[in-house]
């Protein structure tokens, strides 16, 4: 059983050799452990602090294209290392290293596919109130658009298995947190999460300048990751609201034709089939969504597929070069 423990990183090489030297090196019912950064366009000595560490991989982006991207470019190098399972870590050591075993521990048990680190968040004394209950608000979110009970949806301290992480496909370029989970649950995958410890704040986060920008793009993620998966149910709920409207003044102008009133009213027929027309469009809308969405899902099956044959196909390689040069050497 191999494990990979990936960590993105940007400009970390004054916190990552404290994050490299939290992991651990022994972890029972894991054979071996190897270490992956994925170096997105650092200007600083980030590379070399790895290297001198002793990191195994380095996967290097000449400029820098955002945490979604570095984080499925681990996946991709991590796969074709031959990781039986990932875990992804973040290199300014907000996590607690040791924790790790804990993590992958219902992947070795067979009882999840995916395992996200649950933060003690109300007693993480650098987090302020309002992050705080943004925090919750959004995992609240999250876990209605995901159908899944992770209580942390934001946390990046999480374990995939292997084939989980074959299926894993983030099209965002804010950040891979939000959309996975959605894409995990409605996706049927098995997700848990488990409580984890936090290490003091070794510096602020770059995820985003200020709060209004984090809400902003969270809450877009979420709707896009929504839209993605359940097309037909968001579009269909945001037309009954103008179809719904429409239907009500139709009926109030029914009522004043039939008494004899309807002189004046015109107007308000013009507005109700307006809304009406606009809400069935919707509707419309959201049956062609559907089935482009269900055209994503046979994608998604191909893709995995083929991720699979590939992977499958370079660990048979240097499963074959292993055992030649074990040979040769005997």
Avoid at 12 to 21: P, Q, S
Wanted: proline share 3%; hydrophobic share 45%; net charge neutral.
């Amino acid at each position: 059983m191999k494990l990979i423990i990936q960590i993105p990183c940007y400009n970390e090489a004054e916190t990552l050799e404290i994050a490299l030297n939290d992991l651990p090196k022994h972890i029972d019912g894991i054979d071996e452990i190897e270490y992956l950064i994925i170096d997105d366009g650092s200007t600083d000595k980030t590379v070399e602090v790895a290297v001198n560490w002793g990191v195994h991989h380095v996967v290097h982006f000449a400029r820098n294209k955002g945490l979604a991207k570095g984080f499925m470019a681990g996946l991709d190098a991590c796969l074709s290392y031959g990781a039986d399972i990932i875990v992804n870590t973040d290199a300014d050591n907000q996590y607690c290293g040791e924790d790790i075993a804990v993590l992958v521990k219902p992947i070795l048990e067979g009882k999840a596919d995916i395992v996200i680190g649950e933060r003690p968040i109300d007693k993480t004394p650098h987090f302020s109130w309002i992050k705080k209950k943004l925090q919750h608000f959004g995992s609240w979110v999250v876990r209605l658009a995901s159908r899944t009970g992770i209580p942390d949806a934001p946390s990046g301290f999480r374990a995939f298995s292997r084939d989980a992480a074959m299926h894993i496909n983030v099209v965002n370029e804010y950040t891979y947190t939000l959309e996975t989970i959605v894409q995990a649950g409605r996706g049927k995958m098995a997700v848990t999460s488990v409580p984890i410890r936090t290490n003091p704040q070794l510096r602020e986060s770059r995820l985003f300048h200020s709060m209004g920008s984090y809400v902003k793009k969270s809450m877009l993620t979420i709707m896009r990751a929504l839209l993605m998966y359940r097309p037909l149910a968001v579009l269909t709920t945001i037309g009954l609201i103008p179809f719904l409207i429409g239907l009500g003044i139709g009926i109030r102008f029914l009522v004043f034709y039939f008494q004899g009133y309807s002189a004046g009213h015109v107007q308000s027929l013009i507005l109700a089939c307006t809304l009406m027309i606009m809400g069935f469009m919707t509707f419309v809308i959201g049956m062609l969504a559907d089935v482009i969405s269900a055209n994503r899902k046979i994608m998604e099956d191909v893709q995995y597929h083929v991720r699979k044959l590939y992977y499958d196909e370079e660990m048979n390689m240097k499963e074959k070069k292993d055992s030649s040069e074990q040979s040769s050497s005997e």
